[in-house]
């Protein structure tokens, strides 16, 4: 099974990076063969990671967040981004976590593909 890494950086408003980056997820994760997907988010992108904001496609970053954790795929907000922006005490989407630079280090070593957004 073919292991791919998709790293976004970028905020989920005022770009189409971020939701370029989920729809591959998307895309990828919904493939017949299956590959294993993780999503890292850094920087900005942590903000992916809070339920409950209203954008103008009415809450549809949230809902491919939670898509993605529903085929299974692992989203993770990097530690150090989310302790900078106050976002580490608070909940989270159901079924992302705060992750580690050691666990995006293994990740990266252990995917096939790395991708960043």
Do not use: W
Not at 86 to 97: C, D, R, Y
């Amino acid at each position: 099974m073919q292991k791919i890494l998709i790293i976004i950086h970028a905020p989920p408003y005022g770009s189409e990076r971020c939701l370029s980056g989920l729809r591959l997820a998307t895309a990828l994760a919904g493939r017949d063969d299956k590959p294993e997907v993780q999503v890292f988010l850094m920087s900005d992108a942590t903000i992916l990671g809070l339920p409950n904001q209203i954008d103008g496609a009415g809450n549809g970053l949230q809902g491919m967040v939670e898509q993605l954790v529903a085929q299974g795929v692992d989203i993770r907000l990097c530690r150090t981004c989310a302790l900078a922006r106050g976002l580490a005490e608070l909940p989270l989407i159901p079924g992302t976590a705060i992750g580690t630079l050691v666990e995006l280090a293994e990740a990266t070593i252990q995917a096939d593909k790395v991708i960043t957004f």
